[in-house]
């Protein structure tokens, strides 16, 4: 009975802390499928069973001990009190549940001061208001051989995007960032020998569209953002970040320079021409270093599968269906 009511009492404290969890957080913190967190019938199922398991455990144990210390006075002549083996089986309990619980305080107090201290990490970017959705095309529609089927599909949507009611901005990109590290490859300067294999530096390399830096508050610190002029046919162009630009261009100018990278769609020998520098944000996660990056636009980078960014004046959820209708049309 005791077990049971515990168990009663926990599931209670999980139903509130789980309302103000949601309540707290839900709109100032961008927690990755936070709206699917949920007590289900399986999980307070779970919880009573376990509790009626556990007060079964912890009854009987000490039951079976305390019958053993009952047979242990009675041959010592009707002395009262446990045993000396029940007084160690107790003792070892206790020093096993103080232990456990110190292992879960610490790794809580741990969880704690870590999301604490991921909470003042400046990410480089403004997530606040922006919707995401992927999308991804393929087919015999879209295998021409410079894939400017897919980008027709992406800036017709993009077109569509931007005409829904609330839409502040929008664009596209290849991989999120902090979603994984995308394209990754090696690159070196057209202006400087070319490193041995191995030796060269490595980026992450991500086709976007016009407007992904302001859709997403990176500010662009030098040169221009990508336009409509960047073709398939026109000069290939890159923007690159700070990061980048002190490993590879310290105390000099870097727009207009080119950078050669290791990958499809720079026909052109001394590769990229630099454009522009924008500021630095985290790619894999707010635990790792900021590394490089390239950005290239999708027109002359162009690739199958594309995320939507859109920057909204309401509630960014309340734009899915505008969105998967100009995905659809």
């Not at 100032?28 to 949920?38: G, K, S």
């Not at 000396?84 to 103080?98: C, D, I, N, S, T």
């Not at 320079?257 to 630099?274: F, M, Q, R, T």
Request: glycine residues 10%; proline residues 8%; hydrophobic residues 50%.
């Amino acid at each position: 009975l005791l077990s049971f009511t515990g168990g009663l009492l926990r599931l209670l404290v999980a139903i509130a802390f789980h309302r103000g969890l949601l309540t707290l957080v839900a709109g100032r913190i961008p927690v990755p499928r936070l709206d699917q967190v949920a007590l289900d019938v399986p999980l307070v199922l779970f919880t009573l069973a376990f509790s009626l398991v556990t007060g079964l455990i912890f009854g009987v144990v000490p039951a079976v001990f305390a019958s053993g210390a009952a047979n242990d006075a009675l041959r010592a002549g009707g002395r009262h009190g446990a045993g000396p083996r029940a007084r160690r089986a107790l003792g070892a309990l206790v020093v096993a549940e103080v232990a456990l619980s110190l292992v879960l305080l610490a790794g809580a107090g741990l969880l704690i001061r870590s999301f604490v201290a991921l909470q003042s990490v400046p990410t480089g970017m403004q997530t606040g208001g922006v919707l995401t959705a992927r999308a991804a095309v393929s087919g015999a529609r879209y295998s021409d051989p410079d894939n400017q089927a897919s980008v027709a599909f992406f800036n017709g949507v993009l077109e569509r995007i931007s005409a829904i009611p609330g839409v502040q901005q929008s664009a596209a990109v290849s991989f999120l960032p902090m979603a994984g590290l995308g394209i990754g490859t090696s690159f070196y300067r057209a202006d400087r020998p070319t490193p041995p294999p191995g030796e060269q530096s490595g980026t992450a390399v991500k086709p976007i569209t016009p407007n992904f830096f302001k859709t997403m508050g990176i500010p662009l610190v030098r040169g221009r953002d990508f336009s409509a002029a960047d073709t398939w046919a026109s000069t290939p162009v890159a923007i690159v970040s700070e990061a980048l630009v002190r490993q590879q261009f310290p105390n000099e100018e870097r727009i207009g320079k080119g950078l050669p990278v290791s990958i499809g769609g720079v026909p052109k020998p001394d590769g990229a021409e630099i454009v522009g520098v924008v500021g630095d944000i985290h790619m894999v996660a707010l635990t790792e270093e900021i590394s490089n990056a390239v950005y290239m636009p999708h027109t002359q980078l162009p690739i199958g599968v594309m995320t939507f960014v859109v920057r909204s004046s309401v509630e960014p959820t309340s734009l899915v269906p505008g969105v998967a209708a100009a995905v659809r049309a």
